[in-house]
């Protein structure tokens, strides 16, 4: 038998059975599978998951690497505690489009930053808006960064955004930033911009839970197992224009006036043992924001929804407790 918290979150004993008894048999009663059109026309998968009695609408936007369906076990609480959900693959990831020129489903691929951004903005105007207001967000890593930059251009939109490690700057595989955005330039300006980065190899199975950005085991072998048997989940490495890009989004982000602009609560949480990300351009982005507040949590990875019970349960709850701010 399986166990579940007050807060609808697993047991990491009993995972596995969990998430394929309780979890994914409840979302599949409530998904509603959209196709919208992103930038381009691009076609990308669309969750919405409808809520009883919802007091408003949370998005769910997913990092880089990653897609909807590994944060099952997060839309299942956001269900369960009053919240609508809308969720997507974002381009390059899980069912979503993917440039036809690159075969290898495990790189991936943008053009442009900016090209996430439009694809929310279109899923917003397509779906969100008809969902129950007031809306929030809760975005991972990357999908921190598309958040952000949403809501500065659109600050009448969400009325929270909740950020799990936000990628506000990348770190640089032991380099320094610049070297890394002028060699990733010039290898697009070569004509490399959809090969694969030299330092990342293609997916070849199972992966590490010891150098994972997990604290969780079975949290982790859930997801490997998914990405193992799905070659749609399988990403695991950038191109030479992606590195490009998430370089570049630190100075948009950070430029005069930017962080300003949004005028809805923003809360980062922070990983205190993060090495995908800087914790330092996080908390520069808070100490201008309106109404931004930054938290550090011990004990975790990058992914610190993905932790151990004991760290996740604390975490989780007070996340549910921010967001709640936006329903009222």
Same mark, same amino acid.
């Given at each position: 038998?399986?166990?579940?918290?007050?807060?609808?979150?697993?047991?990491?004993?009993?995972?596995?059975?969990?998430?394929?008894?309780? #979890?994914?048999?409840? =979302? *599949?009663?409530? !998904?509603?599978?959209?196709?919208?059109?992103?930038? $381009?026309?691009?076609?990308?998968? @669309?969750?919405?998951?409808?809520?009883?009695?919802?007091?408003?609408?949370?998005?769910?936007?997913?990092?880089?690497?990653?897609?909807?369906?590994?944060?099952?076990?997060?839309?299942?609480?956001?269900?369960?505690?009053?919240?609508?959900?809308?969720?997507?693959?974002?381009?390059?990831?899980?069912?979503?489009?993917?440039?036809?020129?690159?075969?290898?489903?495990?790189?991936?691929?943008?053009?442009?930053?900016?090209?996430?951004?439009?694809?929310?903005?279109?899923?917003?105007?397509?779906?969100?808006?008809?969902?129950?207001?007031?809306?929030?967000?809760?975005?991972?890593?990357?999908?921190?960064?598309?958040?952000?930059?949403?809501?500065?251009?659109?600050?009448? #939109?969400?009325?929270? =955004? *909740?950020?799990? !490690?936000?990628?506000?700057?990348?770190?640089?595989? $032991?380099?320094?930033?610049?070297? @890394?955005?002028?060699?990733?330039?010039?290898?697009?300006?070569?004509?490399?911009?959809?090969?694969?980065?030299?330092?990342?190899?293609?997916?070849?199975?199972?992966?590490?839970?010891?150098?994972?950005?997990?604290?969780?085991?079975?949290?982790?072998?859930?997801?490997?197992?998914?990405?193992?048997?799905?070659?749609?989940?399988?990403?695991?490495?950038?191109?030479?224009?992606?590195?490009?890009?998430?370089?570049?989004?630190?100075?948009?982000?950070?430029?005069?006036?930017?962080?300003?602009?949004?005028?809805?609560?923003?809360?980062?949480?922070?990983?205190?043992?993060?090495?995908?990300?800087?914790?330092?351009?996080?908390?520069?982005?808070?100490?201008?924001?309106?109404?931004?507040?930054?938290?550090?949590?011990?004990?975790?990875?990058?992914?610190?929804?993905?932790?151990?019970?004991?760290?996740?349960?604390?975490?989780?709850?007070?996340?549910?407790?921010?967001?709640?701010?936006?329903?009222?």
């Amino acid at each position: 038998m399986y166990s579940i918290n007050p807060d609808f979150l697993l047991s990491e004993h009993d995972f596995a059975l969990g998430m394929d008894e309780a #979890v994914l048999p409840y =979302l *599949a009663k409530r !998904a509603s599978r959209l196709t919208v059109k992103g930038k $381009g026309g691009a076609p990308l998968r @669309v969750y919405r998951y409808d809520a009883d009695a919802p007091k408003g609408t949370c998005v769910v936007l997913h990092g880089f690497t990653e897609a909807a369906k590994k944060f099952s076990e997060i839309i299942y609480s956001l269900l369960n505690n009053g919240f609508s959900v809308l969720a997507f693959d974002q381009r390059g990831h899980g069912e979503s489009w993917r440039d036809p020129a690159i075969s290898d489903k495990s790189l991936t691929h943008i053009d442009r930053f900016g090209d996430y951004v439009a694809d929310l903005e279109n899923i917003v105007d397509e779906c969100l808006r008809s969902m129950p207001a007031p809306y929030s967000v809760f975005a991972h890593s990357m999908g921190g960064a598309v958040a952000l930059l949403y809501a500065q251009a659109h600050p009448d #939109v969400f009325s929270a =955004l *909740a950020l799990c !490690a936000p990628m506000i700057a990348p770190r640089s595989a $032991g380099m320094p930033a610049w070297v @890394v955005k002028n060699m990733s330039a010039a290898a697009c300006l070569l004509g490399k911009g959809k090969k694969r980065i030299f330092v990342s190899k293609p997916y070849h199975g199972h992966e590490n839970y010891e150098t994972s950005c997990c604290t969780c085991e079975p949290r982790f072998s859930w997801w490997d197992e998914h990405k193992f048997t799905n070659p749609l989940y399988s990403n695991n490495g950038p191109t030479y224009a992606w590195v490009r890009e998430a370089m570049g989004v630190t100075k948009k982000l950070l430029k005069k006036g930017a962080p300003e602009k949004i005028t809805c609560p923003v809360t980062i949480w922070q990983a205190d043992n993060d090495w995908e990300v800087k914790p330092e351009p996080q908390e520069r982005f808070i100490a201008r924001s309106q109404l931004g507040k930054l938290f550090k949590v011990k004990c975790t990875r990058h992914e610190i929804y993905r932790s151990s019970d004991e760290t996740l349960y604390k975490w989780w709850h007070d996340v549910l407790c921010f967001l709640r701010t936006a329903q009222k």
